[in-house]
């Protein structure tokens, strides 16, 4: 058996993860599929940001998880899932790190959408 690398972020490669302080709603079409108060804005390198949501508060009846795999080696294996109602443009919208390296422990459980595949919105905080 291979192993794969494990790499650290660092100032080559950095990465942050940081509570987003606004609110975060996915979209498959007219379907909403996700809605929180509580994502995770993961910046990493020269990437753009990525909102990681809490499996809580996705609509997890409308996701079907994947055979599809991939491996980062900052992040550790990604699972995947399709949105069933998308059809192919579904397949492997959303991934997830459940075990991820410790670096990103933050992102464990939590859920990640291809913004091709659907429409991520972030709406800024509203006052009480």
């Not at 291979?2 to 975060?24: A, K, M, Y």
């Not at 809605?35 to 996701?63: F, K």
Request: hydrophobic share 35%; net charge negative; with cysteine.
């Amino acid at each position: 058996m291979t192993s794969r690398p494990i790499l650290s972020p660092g100032p080559d490669h950095p990465i942050t993860i940081e509570p987003n302080s606004g609110r975060v709603q996915v979209h498959a079409g007219d379907t909403l599929i996700a809605d929180t108060a509580n994502a995770l804005t993961l910046s990493e390198a020269n990437y753009q940001p990525v909102q990681y949501i809490p499996r809580a508060d996705v609509d997890m009846a409308r996701l079907r998880r994947s055979t599809h795999a991939s491996y980062c080696p900052y992040k550790g294996e990604a699972a995947y899932f399709d949105i069933v109602e998308q059809g192919d443009q579904g397949e492997n919208a959303v991934w997830t790190y459940e075990r991820p390296h410790a670096a990103v422990r933050e992102i464990a459980e939590y859920l990640a959408f291809y913004p091709s595949k659907v429409e991520i919105s972030e709406l800024a905080e509203q006052a009480a």
